[in-house]
């Protein structure tokens, strides 16, 4: 089969592996149908230290179930089914609290004790009952691509509206203008929001984050998108703030804009964020702060009804399309913000 590994700085391609096979009872093999690349993917691609051997890459898959292990029960073959970023095994403590990502029996796809990861033809699913939600719509069925956003980004979005608190005419603040950043505008909306401020120095992005429901664009950034958000809040900042980057700078803005006793939900996974947190400023202001690795899978039914039903489509993230083969091309399109996330046909 054909799938990505990762050999290096900005090394990706596209090479024949063995295809997998059931390991344990509980586990199912999927046959991808569309695949993706996060904007995690690109840590690993820019990292100047190459892994000790080329390694499979991507989370953020759906596909066919074409076998299934002994123990499996409530999936069949034939299934179409949406693969969470995280394999869970449904039954444990955390997984029974909604935190799947917390399983004790879980893991991420493309480590190497697993068999495969998201960017190739076919993967073992390790917990697959816990696991994958079984789709009720077929292979050509032109919602697909909404409903891949659900594996990550659209569930991670949604994870961070939810964590800063997000009501009924919630006042936002969304910084990140990533997938994940657009996908939280759209989930700030889905929740009620009655202003959304989406922070965004790319017109283009900022023009689908006004289709996703963002009522303020505020173009600039560091402490003049401080000073922008408090003089557009009388000063007094923003109740709900969304991190949605993960770095230094989007961290500082959050703790600007954020307005006192307000919450930011962060799901920016942590990167080049060297000086800490002003934690005694935390304090004095009673600031809440919530969030971290997003439960895909608890979310993921609610968010499928709402794709089915027309009400939710986050697909306008994916704004270049390519198949498997081009995947190194779409690595190197996100890298260069060419592209905002890059869909991939299998």
């Excluded at 586990?27 to 990292?47: E, F, K, N, Q």
Aim: one cysteine or more; proline letters at 7%.
């Amino acid at each position: 089969m054909r799938a990505v590994l990762h050999h290096g700085e900005r090394d990706v391609r596209v090479e024949t592996v063995p295809e997998p096979v059931l390991t344990e009872p509980t586990d199912a093999l999927v046959r991808v149908t569309l695949s993706c690349i996060c904007g995690s993917d690109l840590w690993p691609y820019r990292r100047t230290t190459p892994p000790e051997e080329p390694s499979r890459i991507g989370h953020e898959f759906l596909g066919v179930v074409e076998q299934v292990g002994a123990d499996v029960r409530t999936l069949r073959v034939g299934d179409l089914v949406i693969a969470p970023f995280k394999h869970s095994c449904g039954e444990c403590e955390f997984c029974l609290r909604g935190l799947q990502t917390s399983c004790v029996r879980g893991g991420f796809y493309g480590t190497p004790e697993e068999a495969g990861a998201g960017q190739g033809e076919m993967v073992r699913v390790p917990n697959a009952d816990g696991t994958l939600v079984v789709a009720p719509v077929g292979v050509d069925d032109p919602r697909l691509p909404a409903l891949l956003t659900l594996s990550d980004v659209m569930a991670t979005g949604h994870h961070a509206a939810v964590a800063a608190g997000v009501g009924p005419g919630s006042h936002v603040a969304v910084i990140g203008d990533g997938a994940v950043g657009l996908c939280g505008v759209l989930a700030a909306r889905r929740l009620g929001a009655e202003r959304i401020i989406l922070l965004s120095s790319h017109p283009d992005r900022a023009a689908i984050g006004r289709t996703f429901g963002a009522t303020d664009v505020v173009e600039v950034r560091g402490d003049a998108a401080v000073e922008r958000v408090r003089a557009m809040t009388d000063g007094l900042g923003v109740p709900h703030v969304m991190e949605c980057v993960g770095m230094q700078g989007s961290w500082d803005t959050a703790l600007g804009i954020v307005k006192d006793g307000g919450r930011i939900g962060y799901v920016g996974v942590p990167n080049g964020v060297t000086e800490g947190l002003a934690l005694g400023r935390i304090f004095r202001r009673n600031v809440t702060i919530a969030g971290g690795v997003a439960p895909a899978r608890a979310y993921l039914p609610e968010l499928m009804a709402d794709v089915l039903d027309g009400s939710l489509d986050p697909s306008p993230v994916f704004d270049l399309e390519l198949p498997l083969e081009q995947a190194p091309e779409g690595y190197a399109a996100m890298d260069e913000r060419r592209a905002i996330k890059v869909l991939l046909r299998v």
